[in-house]
């Protein structure tokens, strides 16, 4: 990982930022220069997610617990991070869980986990930090990960595949609601990612064959770093074995 200044002042708020896509997003944020604040529901794994960030980048790195399904937390953690860090200019929400059965098999309660986390937990946290970029007069970028199946289905993926295409729909609604002030939206719909995801999904898959945590870490500071006008609308990043 290579340091840069692309992003120097600015300060990122992620959330799902103790593992996978969360913490590789975070930790290069902070190599282009950005203030972090990681949030996610382990305390104890994000002092070590910004203790490898202060030694690899020198970049300060805020741990705050931060449920996205519990609006109360959401409020603190947000409340922290501009106490703390003074501004918000950048959201990723890369928190989300997936739980991948027949349809016939998939529980109320595992439906309404992934539509909790996976749509509600985003709207949660992008209202909250749209409210703070509002009130700070200049802008800022929120990028969601619908990934692959925000935009195609699979099988077993009902659940997530609501959950996700429900992302793209609130996504766009909200770039027309909060375009007036200068809040950019990015979709990125990442393939698959060889993350923890993954690592209790009884299917047979090939993660040697997937994008890795840098790649779709890289394509977060690409969107989160379009200056002027510029906004990266909708990315498609898929693994060389999935191309069009």
């Known amino acids: 990982m290579f340091k840069t200044h692309e992003l120097n002042g600015k300060v990122a708020f992620v959330t799902g930022a103790s593992s996978g896509i969360g913490r590789r997003a975070a930790e290069t944020l902070a ?3 950005a203030t972090v604040v990681l949030a996610a529901r382990r305390y104890d794994r994000l002092v070590e997610v910004a203790g490898q960030i202060g030694q690899t980048t020198g970049q300060f790195a805020l741990p705050v617990v931060c449920d996205v399904t519990q609006p109360a937390q959401v409020d603190a953690a947000v409340n922290e991070a501009v106490q703390e860090c003074g501004r918000i200019d950048i959201l990723v929400n890369a928190a989300g869980v997936g739980i991948l059965k027949p349809a016939p098999a998939l529980s109320q309660a ?6 909790d986390v996976n749509l509600r937990g985003v709207f949660t946290v992008t209202q909250r930090v749209a409210r703070e970029m509002q009130r700070q007069g ?28 429900g992302v793209v729909g609130l996504t766009k609604a909200l770039a027309t609601d909060l375009k007036r002030y200068g809040i950019r939206f990015s979709l ?22 997937m994008l890795t945590v840098d790649d779709a870490a890289q394509a977060i500071v690409y969107a989160v770093s379009q200056t002027g006008a510029a906004v990266v609308n909708e990315l498609v990043l898929q693994p060389e074995s999935h191309q069009v």
């Open 31 to 33: 190599a282009a220069g």
């Open 188 to 209: 990125l719909y990442l393939g698959g990612v060889d993350t923890p995801f993954w690592d209790g999904i009884d299917m047979r898959i090939q993660r040697d064959k």
């Open 110 to 115: 595992d439906f309404d986990l992934m539509l």
């Open 138 to 165: 200049q802008g800022g970028v929120v990028i969601n990960l619908p990934g692959s199946m925000g935009r195609a289905v699979m099988a077993n993926a009902a659940g997530y595949c609501a959950s996700k295409w």
